[in-house]
């Protein structure tokens, strides 16, 4: 068993390298110097509470206690009552504990970290049978905050049988996931690991991603570190992304895991602090910095997709269409970037962000599993406002017009404000796309392929949009379409792809006139 020297031995020797400034210490944490120096001296007594406050304000690991004690240090928790200025981080260090009383990850901890708040929202577990199962706390119930109202109301009740489609997770969880680019990384990693991949859960992939989530959901405990070192090369993380596409061995996984693992998409990504007027870049405190996404072209694909992604942008604000700020970054004669600001930060502080797909709990990869009437109809319930619906109708008719086919369920998002009202997200991943087949993703009224004026209107008129503000809206992106071939060809894309693509986009406004 360890003693108090053992302990206090311990806790000394991590903060050693620290530069911690005992003075003016964290009063919303509860902590004194007193409480620290009462843990770090061996011969002091000292509280449960006391040790765990102390551990996870300097973030230090429990693997010192074996399992008996992490039993007997929450047993000791019970009955007690910790002041409520410590209460939310002792509760983390209890679900720490909880997390690693055992060999299999059965239990992940959820917490909210919207708007600088910090509160446990519940605990997911997983059954011997492989079920997974969600509860929502206490705390969540009282602060009554809607994230998912559609498939994860606030109840007492246990939730579970969650769709294979999302990981047999609730859809909100499900968001917090990364796809292609992000899973290709994490099991790369496990592997460089030695550890067998078949073998892992969806517990292990979110206790993967931690803290580093899109959004504001955040998942104990964490296996991802973020990279010590703070310069960023776009080019060096260019080359390095299609050196693992192309199957290579590398040296440099950990750092790509770092800059980019939990991101939506296929296409390799970075996130980055960025400040535009400087061009400065790095990791993490960057002066003026703001937190970027810098997405790169896969494998086999040519720079100018990056820089299309960046003319679409243009287009789709020229439509009255809600873009970040956006930019190109021509890195090489062979490797470009396209990055963006985010929309899940703000002020230094997580945006609660729930997809489209998270929250109907549809499969984003089956063509025809929502279609845009659907879209619409969950705008009118989430967000309760009908200028929402409006600019949402307004997406719709951007991908039709300018044929991104591409529009699967989990590129349509919902961004909870600072008022806790939902809105529709900023718009992403809008880019020439040929669909499935040539089709959308969603169809409208029925149709994936030809869409024309008649189904736009009708589309407005399920979803109580007059045919008057329909058309106007109609005929503002047919004047932007007009000027679909100047804007291509004054940017890094290739004469043979601009007719290629101006011939498709003229022919989906011509449908609309």
Known sequence: MKTLADISSYLRNALSNSAFNYEGLDSELGLTAGTI???????????????????????????IFDQGELKNMKEGLRGLAPPPVVETKVQIAVDRLAAMSGSDRRFVAVYYGGWGECWPLGTLEKSPDGNIYFEYSPQALEENLELSPLKLPLSVNVYSGFPETQHRLPGLIADSLPDGW???????????????????????RLSFVGHSTMGALKYLLSDVHRDTENDVSLLRIAEQAQEILSGKDYEFLERLVSLGVVPHGARPKALVDYDISTGAMGVHGVPNGVPWLVKFQSSGEHKEVCAIEHCYASLARDCGIDIPDTRYFDLSPELGAFGVARFDREDGMCVPIHTLAGATNADFRLPGALDYQTFL???????????????????????????NRDDHPKNFSFRLNRERQWKLSPAYDLTFAPGPGGYHHMDVMGEAKAITRKHMIELAASAGISTSTAQEHIDRHLVVAGRFGEVLKAADVRPATVREMAVQVNANAERLR
Do not use: C
């Open 377 to 403: 109809e969950v705008t009118r319930n989430l967000t309760k406002d009908e200028h929402e619906v409006e600019k949402a109708f307004a997406r719709v008719l951007f991908n039709v017009v300018f044929n």
């Open 182 to 204: 992000g899973m290709l990384l994490m099991e790369k990693l496990w592997m460089k690991q030695g550890i067998e991949v078949a073998n892992r859960t969806p517990l292990d």
């Open 37 to 63: 120096l009462r843990v770090l001296d061996a011969t002091a007594d000292y509280s449960v509470i006391e040790l765990l406050v102390v551990l996870e304000r300097f973030g230090l690991e429990l693997e």
